[in-house]
């Protein structure tokens, strides 16, 4: 296509958690062989899933797709207890690649209900995240996803409030509903250190750092992943067009015309390959890369798939 410039984000594609979950399969795949069942997508990305497939990954929806004694690996986003419970009671062996990130998540949502709180739940309905956080407390939490929702709110104790958030939010979104809870609860109590998590807030910078410089940019990543749809939305409020892609399939030449420079990022659940695709067919005359901060965090794996 031959556009002028190409601006990478850094950082940009996969994460920590994300590495971790697909190694995880990946390692269970390569001791046992297939099948290994995952509850719901590993992440929310449809490379990923379809290449663990074609390695012996079965995805399934419900535990009771699942035959009994099955190996069960817990996606990246998290489960409720009750689905623990279930896995439990049918005598499955859970590896869990919950990213421990969200695991904190939850042991704050058991906490702050633990002390009594109404605890306010800042997240996107619906979201496999959001269902695993709020089964933790279901009779304490409330899901708000954006400052207009906070008004309706009919709390036990205006007095004893807390609020935690879905870890792939847009962080200036957030800060809102923050400020919205704040002001109608003055005493609202909040986690120690933030929630959204650093590879989301690292890639949120790094796209509006390249965006500031760019006609256009494009974000691979699938649609139902979260932290990806949120890059797009962060460029669209900078005043810039912007498209998710899932791959180079995506792209529309029309797009193109009259660009001189492309920003170009990924969500976190992304393969950085899929970049490097985009990259060949945008054939630029330059490539610049836009690093903002690097990323060195590396999380355990879980003893089952320890080498």
Known sequence: MGVPLV?????????????????IVEELLRRRGGPVHVRKQIVHNTHVVARLESMGAVFVDELDEVPDGA???????????????EAERRGFEVVDATCPLVTKVHAEARRFAGRGDTVVLIGHAGHEEVEGTLGEAPDRMLLVDGPEAVAALEVEDPERVSYLMQTTLAADEATEVVAALRKRFPALRGPSSDDICYATTNRQEAVREVAREADLVLVVGSANSS?????????????????LIDDVRDLRPRWLEGVRVVGLSAGAS??????????????????EVRETTVETIRFTLPAAVRR
């Open 7 to 23: 601006l990478l984000a850094s950082p940009r594609s996969f994460c920590a958690g994300v590495e971790r979950a697909v190694e």
């Open 71 to 85: 190996v069960v690996v817990f996606s990246a986003h998290g489960v409720s207890p009750a689905v623990r419970a």
């Open 227 to 243: 932290n990806s749809a949120r890059l797009v939305e962060l460029v669209r409020r900078e005043g810039v067009p912007a498209h």
């Open 270 to 287: 992304a393969p950085p390959g899929l970049v490097d695709e985009v990259v060949a067919v945008l054939d630029a005359h330059r490539v």
